[in-house]
């Protein structure tokens, strides 16, 4: 599956959402807009909200966030999957290397 193979903030990301920072605040002709960027991905986000009470958003993501073309989505199980092995992971590398450094006291 694609997602495999996405980076570990991008996982996360799809998988619990982003971290939204906002970044900048201005009024435009019409509008209000707020500037934000994901902490964790460095996704951007253009929210805006209308003088008549309509918003709308605008994305950009960066290189390998979007999955290809002709792939399905990945669904919330597959992406929980993915982190929970990649943290398993983590966690049995830090395991050894915790007993590998008792080993030498």
Not at 26 to 38: E, F, S
Not at 65 to 94: C, F, H, S, W
């Amino acid at each position: 599956m694609w997602a495999e193979h996405l980076e570990k903030e991008y996982v996360e990301c799809r998988r619990f959402g982003h971290q939204w920072q906002i970044e900048g605040r201005m009024t435009v002709i019409g509008a209000k807009a707020v500037d934000l960027r994901c902490g964790r991905c460095t996704a951007e986000k253009l929210a805006l909200t209308f003088k008549a009470g309509s918003r709308e958003n605008w994305y950009w993501y960066p290189e390998g966030y979007m999955k290809p073309d002709g792939e399905p989505r990945a669904t919330t199980d597959e992406l929980t999957d993915i982190v929970i092995k990649r943290t398993t992971k983590v966690n049995q590398t830090e395991k050894v290397k915790r007993r590998a450094a008792n080993r030498r006291r």
